[in-house]
């Protein structure tokens, strides 16, 4: 019989998958290099784009942080938490940079090309630096897993 547990775990599974989607069309929509797009029509899209983004990293980060799986990595391997509090101050100073960018991105005229190049890469490095954030989620996951204590004669 499937617990609470299993259902946070499959849902935060399932978001993880659809933020990784949405992500995935983020960098599709940053490196659009057509030439016959305009700029107005590429702000345009990454204004789109972004709100979603933002909803489903939001939404990630609240599963994780409200009974997901660190808690369960914590009460198993307690002297695990200064690598989990380090994860857990990455939400939050990612959460930050989104609240300044997505502004940023909103209040750019078509005429700024160099400023809307400027967020386009601010944009690009927050993403790169939250995969590499999730590698280091899987990595401390894999080795909770995998570690054993001891413990057993």
């Known amino acids: 019989m499937p617990t609470l547990r299993d259902s946070t775990g499959s849902t ?12 995935q069309a983020l960098l599709v929509t940053l490196n659009w ?16 784009t972004i709100k979603s983004f933002q909803r489903h990293f939001d939404r990630v980060i609240t599963i994780e942080n409200e009974g997901g799986y660190m808690r369960d990595v914590l009460e198993y391997k307690p002297y695990m938490d200064e690598r989990i509090k ?11 940079r989104l609240r300044k960018l997505i502004p940023e991105l909103n209040d750019i005229k078509e005429w700024e ?10 944009l690009r490095s927050l993403v790169a630096e939250i ?16 570690v054993d204590d001891g413990g057993e004669g």
Request: aromatic share 6%; hydrophobic share 30%.
């Open 113 to 122: 090309e160099p400023r809307f190049d400027q967020v386009c890469d601010q």
């Open 12 to 23: 935060a599974c399932m978001e993880h998958q659809v933020f990784e989607h949405i992500k």
């Open 131 to 146: 995969d590499r954030h999730n590698e280091a989620e899987v990595e401390l996951l894999q080795e909770s897993m995998l």
């Open 33 to 48: 290099q057509a030439p016959s797009v305009s700029m107005p029509r590429k702000l345009s899209s990454l204004q789109f």
């Open 86 to 96: 380090h994860l857990s101050r990455d939400h939050d100073r990612f959460r930050e």
